[in-house]
């Protein structure tokens, strides 16, 4: 254990955000029992698993999004934190947990109604990103709408195509055995760094180097499809990748009017109608099709901003080629600390409700189709 000087309300949520755990209250005073104190609150915001004691306000305002406890007058440590915190176990499945080590020799994890040995040595394995990379506010409200599409999937094994600086696959990664290919050797060495520690593969190169073409349960491709001149002949061949009955998922940027000079300068050839991604994965063989669109109202504001910012950088786009700009377009306007990335995590959160509400309106779009079982 620790113990930390004072800490400017600046430096807080930073440093909230690089831990596991945040302990709240567990005293049995009355006040302890009347309150909900701001540092759960705060805990929960930095997407930390929050463990604080089982009071009547607490649970109205936390039950299902915090560990509670009974409020005892002492804690010892060990006893509170083992059920949580030994590999493999409770918080593993949903989020990646701090590890807890036991000394060689000793006794499981006690529970909590064991007593515990306060001279109990635990260790916390830090080497590991605990966390995946923060994604930019657009990126934010599509992972919102493909977790879900993934969700309903449940695919045992993953291929992305074209994973960028590995925002999604580091996600993706703890949904199922995943495997990626990126061209962009820059891009490649950032996903790497970001997906491995996650248990997944990156492999540099595009979709023809994806080992063990044909059994993947589904294959991803997030704003990838615009990039690619033959979009039509890349479909029919991405669809193969997945087995028998597997699915394709896609993003892609929405409505071909709103094509301007953000799309120019990152490399688009183009933007979609539904009618026209529909199409297009028909063509290429796909069934059970399903669209829709996200980033509603949100999104409209974000491109706008983008294409203004695109403009005070059209002489880059008349220095570069389409590739060039491709390649270097999942680095672009990318949040770079966490601390942006909890704030961008944050402010997204009631658009992501609201465009749940007009699927059918957006700027962004969202497949998935299946390849046919025959």
Do not use: N
């Amino acid at each position: 254990m620790t113990w930390l000087d004072w800490v400017p309300g600046v430096r807080l949520p930073d440093l909230v955000a690089g831990h596991d755990v945040s302990l709240g209250i567990f005293g049995t005073t009355d006040k302890a029992q009347r309150v909900v104190p701001t540092k759960v609150y705060q805990g929960l915001a930095a997407g930390c698993v929050v463990v604080t004691s089982d009071t009547a306000p607490q649970r109205a305002a936390l039950e299902g999004s915090a560990v509670l406890v009974p409020p005892v007058t002492r804690v010892p440590w060990p006893t509170l934190y083992a059920p949580w915190l030994t590999t493999g176990t409770g918080w593993q499945s949903s989020r990646r947990a701090a590890r807890c080590t036991l000394p060689s020799g000793s006794v499981p994890p006690p529970s909590f109604s064991s007593s515990a040995d306060p001279s109990t040595i635990w260790s916390m394995d830090t080497d590991e990103p605990d966390r995946p990379p923060p994604l930019a506010p657009r990126a934010a409200l599509r992972w919102a709408v493909v977790r879900s599409a993934v969700r309903r999937i449940a695919p045992s094994t993953i291929l992305e195509l074209g994973c960028g600086r590995g925002g999604f696959g580091a996600r993706l990664a703890r949904m199922g055995t995943y495997t990626a290919v990126e061209p962009d050797e820059t891009s490649w060495q950032a996903a790497h760094e970001w997906i491995t520690p996650a248990g997944g593969t990156v492999v540099h190169g595009d979709h023809l180097k994806a080992p063990d073409p044909g059994t993947y349960d589904m294959a991803c491709a997030f704003e990838v499809l615009e990039h690619l001149e033959d979009d039509a002949g890349a479909l029919e061949e991405w669809l193969p990748l997945v087995r028998p009955g597997g699915h394709l998922v896609l993003s892609v940027p929405a409505d071909p009017e709103r094509f301007g000079p953000w799309d120019e300068h990152v490399g688009h050839y183009r933007r979609y109608s539904s009618e026209q991604l529909g199409e297009r994965l028909a063509k290429a063989g796909a069934v059970d099709i399903t669209l829709r669109h996200y980033a509603w109202p949100l999104g409209y504001a974000l491109d706008g901003i983008r294409d203004r910012l695109a403009v005070r950088r059209s002489s880059e786009v008349a220095e570069s080629s389409v590739e060039e700009r491709t390649a270097g377009s999942g680095r672009v306007l990318q949040p770079g600390a966490r601390l942006t990335g909890l704030a961008v995590k944050v402010g997204i959160t009631p658009f992501t409700a609201l465009q749940s509400f007009s699927p059918r309106k957006g700027p962004g779009l969202v497949a998935v189709a299946r390849r046919p079982a025959a």
